[in-house]
């Protein structure tokens, strides 16, 4: 069974449509994750949700939007999307706020045109 | 802010020399230190974890030991093979995890055989 199940694993759309990337995860855990990982491989936190709330937003442009209806799922909505959203998303979860390991989906490649 | 530096690649060798990826951090507390594995089309995986100074973290024949004096946590490993290469992140965990994980840019390794 995966851990933590992303969809869709890719995604190509144009500029200025609105897409969003679901996450789930059947390990029980109570914290959930949105990384963004750069061209260049750089992985950087976006957002973080404990049992359905909010508790990291990084300085992500109000165009994205996660959505926890409960805490085995993150959603990510993004809006307007622009080209330098182009990137591969990955959500994680931990145990607990802080609990390591995080546990890693398999990411989706999302690829503005 | 906490920040990670790792050297950047892509770094090459050959099956079975010995292999180092340096990393030194800053971190304002006494932060956890892991290195994640992001094999060719998937999620990151925690290979090895230490959570205070002189821990030394072990998983597949990797190893780095937890250094505060010099700051650093070098991955190392006696005898590499072709199915090491991925890219390795080092990444910190600081103020009890409540600001996920920090990670360094990355480095591809890649093994000839």
């Known amino acids: 069974d995966t851990a933590v199940s992303q969809t869709p ?11 969003s990337i679901k996450c789930e995860q059947n390990l029980g855990h109570d914290t959930m994750y949105w990384y963004k990982q750069d061209s260049k491989k750089f992985l950087k936190i976006m957002f973080s949700y404990n049992n359905k709330e909010l508790i990291i937003n990084e300085t992500v442009p109000n165009r994205f939007s996660p959505k926890s209806p409960d805490k085995a799922h993150l959603n990510l909505h993004i809006n307007s999307l622009e080209l330098g959203d182009s990137a591969v998303y990955f959500c994680a979860s931990s145990l607990r706020v802080g609990g390591q390991p995080q546990h890693f989906g398999d990411g989706t490649r999302l690829s503005i045109l | 802010g906490d920040s990670v530096t790792q050297m950047e690649g892509p770094v090459t ?21 892991f290195w994640y594995v992001q094999y060719p089309g998937e999620g990151l995986q925690l290979l090895l974890k230490a959570t205070k100074a002189d ?15 010099t700051t650093s946590f070098h991955l190392e ?11 390795y992140f080092c990444a910190l965990s600081d103020q009890g995890g409540a600001d996920g994980l920090t990670f360094g840019k990355g480095t591809h390794l890649i093994i000839q055989p």
Request: net charge neutral.
């Open chain 2, 13 to 33: 060798l050959s099956e079975e020399a010995f292999l180092t990826i340096n990393c030194t951090y800053t971190a304002t507390g006494y932060p956890s230190l």
């Open chain 1, 9 to 19: 694993k890719y995604l190509v759309t144009q500029m200025g449509n609105d897409k």
């Open chain 2, 77 to 87: 490993k006696g005898s590499v093979q072709v199915s090491d290469s991925a890219v």
């Open chain 2, 55 to 69: 821990d030394k973290g072990s998983n597949k024949g990797f190893e780095a030991t937890y250094r505060k004096e």
